[in-house]
């Protein structure tokens, strides 16, 4: 397993602030690692030494001569009116049949090839310079947020792509969930230092928490000799017969160290201000129609959402997400039709452009005084900053000097003091790390009003979401089933244009077949699927697609096992042992389907 990459006792400094500090780590082709750390810990900097953008201030980055580094370019590279084949075959170097199937591997097809760059939504341009990192044809990449402003489809996409590739790769995500289905090692930036474990986010923070554990159990042990010890010292110290084995007992004491632990980043908790709960319709949509002048987005929107609904706004990048929950904010004015909110509701909206509103002159601490409602207490304004990052010193800075993520965690932190009944957020989770996102996600578990929300952090949206709304080809539907349900159905159209891309060239002959067959079907007196077989054939797929991700944890957990015999530890052992009674049971469940499958059908021939 050779080393592609290594970074050797890197420090970095900005002013008195210290992000690296000795940093240590190797990678290898083999590695799928997932980055994490609170944010400013130094995760993008790292990346950005590792990638060569930027220069550490003590040691160095070796890299091997086989390295083909790819990283996701955080500008853009491509010109303005340049359209996305244009652009791959400048860029990449490589033949247009070449860069079409790239982007088609990302449904960048047909006439979204020939478009200039600029007229796509912001998720197919980040479509694009994934596509152009790929041609290159790399054996280690460094993501920095790849998801952020990915729609799901396009996350999963991503997510597939990953799982094939031929290579390893270091990610910066704050999507737990992207990084347990992606990623087999897990790196965390926390006080200058680097620590690599070989295994997933959820295996690392378990064995951290043991870990913590195991050291303050030895520290009270150490602690209760010392005061043992101390007490035999202080009673027979002065006299003479006892004086020197009381000598002797000091200086074991002086032998007897604790295990230095590092200053704690604390657990974020975020509290929301009380806000009496109400019954009652919230939001009121007739007709409703809207988009821009000269571009109707979505239209024929007909729905009533009640008081106290946690509302998920999803559908791909594109499709009219935004432009709904402005029109819903006043910022946008409706098209046709109507909606109205509930007598008495106040309305608070968040989206990343709002901290133009903020002041620059103000400080941290005051700009979120300016947003609280009132009786919001100073302690409880405090407490917010601190679940946002702002603590001591941090809330006297001024705004004027803020990044752009700590600007929208500033607005985000100040809408949630507004005590607003209802709140519109659109991506609240990018710029956050993945604990401060899940600490947001459970406390608007618990918010007393009405939320309507776009996000496509699968974490996040399960913590909150009661209701779903699904913006897809010009019109908005209430999705009938649970956010699990619509995850796997936008999996399993993936995994069908996956194995289509992968069963050969002739994908036109493709699409005439299936052609052919709905013409076949749509004939009079044609059968289709009975409702029965169907149902089954869904659980089928279902139980199929939760055993190819068991099977592909164990392939990964035997290789380890097979690579490093000797560090193959219980937990991974009872980890493996685990998913293979999941995959044997998942066998005699799958066969028991099929039965059942196979008697509804002959009942239906009958």
């Known amino acids: 397993m050779s080393v592609l990459l290594q970074v050797k006792n890197v420090s970095k400094h900005y002013g008195a602030r210290v992000l690296l500090e000795g940093a240590t780590a190797s990678f290898s082709r083999s590695q799928k690692i997932g980055m994490i750390g609170r944010n400013g810990a130094g995760k993008s900097t790292l990346c950005r030494i590792m990638t060569g953008q930027e220069e550490p201030d003590e040691g160095s980055v070796a890299r091997n001569q086989d390295l083909k580094l790819g990283y996701l370019e955080q500008h853009d590279p491509y010109k303005p009116e340049e359209t996305v084949i244009g652009f791959l075959e400048r860029y990449t170097g490589a033949e247009e049949w070449r860069c079409a199937e790239m982007a088609g591997r990302f449904h ?72 347990k289905r992606t990623c ?195 302690q409880d304004i405090l407490d917010m900053a601190g679940s946002f990052l702002f603590s001591g010193d941090e809330t006297r800075k001024i705004v004027k000097v803020l990044s752009g993520g700590e600007r929208a965690r500033l607005c985000l932190a100040g809408l949630l003091l507004t005590k607003s009944n209802i709140l519109l957020l659109d991506e609240p989770t990018n710029h956050l790390d993945f604990e401060t996102v899940e600490a947001l996600g459970r406390a608007l578990h618990g918010y007393a009003g009405t939320l309507f929300f776009i996000s496509h952090d699968r974490t996040f949206v399960n913590l909150i979401a009661t209701n779903i709304l699904d913006i897809k080809d010009g019109f908005i539907s209430k999705y009938p089933g649970s956010y699990e349900d619509y995850v796997y159905h936008l999996e399993a159209e993936a995994r069908g244009e996956r194995e289509e891309s992968h069963s050969g060239k002739h994908s036109g002959e493709n699409k005439e077949k299936k052609k052919s067959k709905a013409q076949e079907q749509s004939k009079p007196g044609a059968s289709s699927v009975p409702a029965e077989v169907e149902a089954f054939n869904a659980k089928i797929q279902k139980l199929k697609t939760k055993m190819d991700h068991w099977q592909k944890q164990c392939e990964a957990l035997r290789k380890e096992r097979e690579a490093n015999p000797f560090h193959f530890s219980r937990e991974r052992k009872d980890k493996l042992r685990e998913l293979e009674v999941l995959v044997e049971n998942g066998k005699q469940e799958m066969a028991e389907l099929e039965g059942k499958r196979k008697a509804a059908a002959e009942r239906t021939a009958d």
């Open 108 to 179: 960048i097809q047909y006439e979204k090839l020939e478009a200039p760059i600029k007229t796509l939504p912001g998720g197919y341009r980040t479509r694009v310079k994934l596509a152009a990192m790929l041609l290159a044809e790399p054996n280690f990449l460094v993501l920095d947020e790849p998801t952020n402003y990915l729609d799901l489809s396009t996350l999963i996409l991503l997510e597939n792509l990953l799982l094939d590739f031929n290579g390893g790769y270091l990610i910066v995500s704050h999507d737990r969930e992207f990084l």
């Open 184 to 378: 087999d090692h897990t790196l965390e930036v926390e006080h200058g230092k680097l620590a690599l474990y070989p295994g997933g986010i959820e295996d690392y923070l378990e064995f951290k928490e043991e870990q913590l554990r195991q050291k303050l159990a030895y520290n009270k042990t150490v602690e209760k000799k010392k005061e043992q010890l101390q007490e035999f010292v202080d009673r027979f110290k002065a006299k003479a017969s006892t004086a020197t084995r009381a000598k002797s007992k000091m200086k074991m004491i002086d032998k007897l160290e604790t295990i230095e632990i590092a200053h704690s980043l604390g657990t974020v908790r975020i509290r929301l201000p009380a806000m009496e709960m109400k019954d009652g319709v919230a939001l009121t949509c007739n007709d409703l129609k809207i988009g821009y002048p000269d571009k109707t987005v979505v239209e024929k929107i007909s729905l009533d959402m009640d008081r106290g609904r946690r509302v998920a706004v999803l559908g791909d990048n594109g499709q009219g997400k935004t432009t709904f929950l402005r029109t819903l904010a006043g910022d946008l004015q409706p098209l046709g039709g109507s909606f109205r909110w509930g007598t008495g509701l106040k309305v608070g909206y968040y989206a990343q452009h709002v901290f133009t509103a903020l002041r620059p002159e103000d400080d941290v601490l005051t700009a979120l005084s300016r947003y609280a409602a009132d009786g919001v207490k100073q």
